[in-house]
């Protein structure tokens, strides 16, 4: 049977992050916390980048204002783009349809 997956709260791995940082020694506080030494350097290196969006939790990253306007904008473009193409088939379907008709 496999094993169910640890969950660590934000706080406790920022707590971890700050003491290895303060002590300067990953292993022996991954050690004392009872967790392996690369998960703890796991999340120094995340903690490091951005703290602010450091651990959103469930393994979903947050975003920036910025990311999430880019999110949206392409949302909005790729939209756009289907629109344009369902516009583009109706309009060569009718146009075909009006040259038969002049046709007969």
Known sequence: MAEERKKYSREFKITAVELSLARGQV???AEELGI???LLSTWKYQFRNDKDI?????GKKK???QEEENAM???ELADARLERDILKKAISIFSSSDRK???S
């Open 27 to 29: 292993k022996e506080v």
């Open 36 to 38: 392996d030494p690369q």
């Open 54 to 58: 450091a651990f959103p939790g469930n």
């Open 63 to 65: 975003r920036t204002p």
């Open 73 to 75: 904008l392409r949302k």
């Open 101 to 103: 008709n002049m046709r």
